[in-house]
């Protein structure tokens, strides 16, 4: 056979053993269907032993970053649960126990016994509030909460309480302890060491802390480009005044406002006034410096100093 036609038939034949694979394999899908209805004819037994029978094509997935699930049982802080229970254990009698607050602690808390206070007794506190939570493994937790009384005075209380399995439901198991508070704390050395006068930076701040608190005037127009903060509304004071203002960097001393993207971290002392009286506040925020001037990038009060309103 001459070269040619030698060529002419290898490209004939490719496609033919293209379409032959082709047909084999439908020829194998429509047997697999047709095992597959059969099987569920015949029953589940057979289903089972046809799909382990039936070939399949495994495509494998693609490697994803492991992420990590927080389940809602270790999610679950039962501190504001416990809280109520302890109002209505302090403020229940067990010479009482149809009272609305007796009926209301027995209900948390079904085997543990109401108090039996005398009738000259310790009044009830004014406030109850959690103040640590502690998790002890298994769905056991135990919430220490202060009650503080109109005389000014305050006692602690240990709770043991558990959490169900999805940490949706709460039981507290006993009596409430009565234990010492917690320490205070040692305060580390203040990062805003550095003194800033009178001028360029404090007046900044100080119009833009009386825009946020007051109302005078627009926030905006002391932030920077693409920084979005609102003022607190409604305003709560009518006046505010700054009494010190402390920063990290050297260059919030400077006299005059350094060159642009300059960026400081403050911390400002103000006294705000309204109608009830004279309150002092402190707020830290970042400033940086454009165009001859110091603008707010952000308020870091109550933020990390990785995020907050940039």
Wanted: net charge neutral; hydrophobic share 45%.
């Amino acid at each position: 056979m001459s070269p040619g036609k030698q060529a002419s038939a290898s490209e004939a034949a490719a496609p033919m053993a293209a379409g032959a694979r082709l047909e084999s394999m439908r020829r194998r899908v429509r047997l697999s269907r047709a095992a597959v209805l059969t099987a569920i004819a015949a029953g589940p037994i057979a289903l089972c032993v046809t799909v382990a029978s039936t070939p399949t094509t495994v495509q494998a997935a693609t490697a994803t970053k492991p992420s990590t699930v927080r389940t809602a049982a270790a999610a679950a802080d039962p501190g504001g649960y416990v809280q109520l229970f302890l109002s209505a254990w302090l403020r229940s009698s067990a010479g009482d126990e149809t009272s609305a607050q007796a009926r209301l602690a027995q209900s948390m808390a079904p085997n543990v016994d109401l108090p039996d206070p005398a009738s000259d007794a310790h009044p009830a506190p004014q406030s109850v509030t959690a103040v640590r939570t502690a998790q002890r493994g298994g769905g056991a937790w135990s919430v220490t909460l202060a009650a503080q009384y109109a005389d000014g005075s305050v006692r602690y209380y240990a709770v043991p309480v558990v959490a169900d399995d999805a940490g949706t439901s709460f039981t507290v198991t006993a009596a409430p302890g009565v234990v010492a508070g917690p320490d205070r704390a040692s305060v580390p050395k203040s990062p805003y060491g550095v003194t800033v006068p009178e001028g360029d930076l404090s007046s900044a701040v100080g119009e833009f802390l009386a825009a946020y608190l007051t109302g005078a005037g627009e926030v905006d127009r002391y932030l920077a480009p693409g920084v979005m903060l609102a003022r607190v509304s409604p305003a709560p004071y009518t006046a505010v005044a700054v009494q010190q203002v402390s920063a990290i960097e050297e260059s919030a001393a400077a006299e005059k406002v350094p060159a642009d993207g300059t960026t400081v971290h403050v911390l400002v002392s103000v006294e705000a006034h309204d109608a009830a009286g004279r309150w002092p506040l402190a707020y830290e925020l970042a400033l940086k410096a454009r165009s001859g001037r110091w603008e707010v990038v952000a308020l870091e009060s109550g933020t990390s100093r990785d995020g907050g309103a940039r």
